[in-house]
Nanobody, 120 residues
Framework: QVHVVESGGGLVQPGGSQILSCAAT????????VAWYRQVRGNRREIVAR???????LYGESVEGRFTISGDNVENTTYLQMSSLKPEDSAVFYC??????????????WGQGTQVTVAS
């Protein structure tokens, strides 16, 4: 079983910065990639950023240049640094590590998410 916990959300003023953390624990044999997603109630979950095991970083168009994804492979922790935040960035942010838990196949495990609210 793989457990995922996101943290770091909260209330941020427009133009401000915030760092989200994602810790994955449990039986993790290998990590293929880790991605951050966000979801506004009633909308689809959208990908924000993705960090692959080959070191590739991909970003959603709306956050390109403002958000940075990084990771600590030893601790299986992933971070999302967010800057120049806008009210439309407000959402529940989820971390989805794509891992092999010993089953021989890649699976995405989800945490409970962390709420980010950008408002003055």
């Amino acid at each position: 079983q793989v457990h995922v916990v996101e943290s770091g959300g909260g209330l941020v003023q427009p133009g401000g910065s915030q760092i989200l953390s994602c810790a994955a624990t449990g039986r993790i044999v290998a990590v293929n990639a880790v991605a951050w997603y966000r979801q506004v109630r009633g909308n689809r979950r959208e990908i924000v950023a993705r960090f692959t095991k080959k070191g590739q970083r991909l970003y959603g168009e709306s956050v390109e240049g403002r958000f940075t994804i990084s990771g600590d492979n030893v601790e299986n922790t992933t971070y999302l640094q967010m800057s120049s935040l806008k009210p439309e960035d407000s959402a529940v942010f989820y971390c989805g590590p794509d891992v092999d838990d010993g089953s021989g196949s890649w699976q995405v495990f989800w945490g409970q998410g962390t709420q980010v609210t950008v408002a003055s």
